[in-house]
């Protein structure tokens, strides 16, 4: 079932999730437990699907999305630039790794 989810959600959730849950706590490193466990799961699946070497790309576009927010909040608002970023990651995941099925 997991398999059929495709990995720009499970990357999007880590992104949206992550912010989400930290501002809805208060607590940034609980945002940051869903952050990496959303990154990891995704990342997984990622070196399945595609190899290692787009697996290595996306999970850096996932790390440099989640650390570019942070400035481009400061332009677009915060949700604003949550969302960008995650649209990013999500469709970059979706031409390197989901479109080619698992």
Do not use: C, I, N
Not at 84 to 90: C, E, I, L, Q, S
């Amino acid at each position: 079932m997991a398999a059929k989810v495709p990995t720009g959600l499970v990357a999007a959730a880590g992104l949206v999730g992550g912010f989400g849950v930290a501002r809805g706590t208060k607590r940034r490193e609980l945002g940051g437990v869903v952050l990496a466990a959303a990154g990891a799961a995704a990342a997984t699946r990622w070196k399945r699907q595609a190899g290692g070497p787009v697996a290595a790309g996306l999970t850096t576009a996932y790390l440099a999305a989640f650390a570019g927010s942070h400035p481009l909040a400061k332009r677009l608002g915060a949700w604003p630039s949550v969302l960008t970023v995650t649209a990013g990651v999500a469709a970059a995941s979706w031409a390197l790794a989901d479109r080619h099925g698992a």
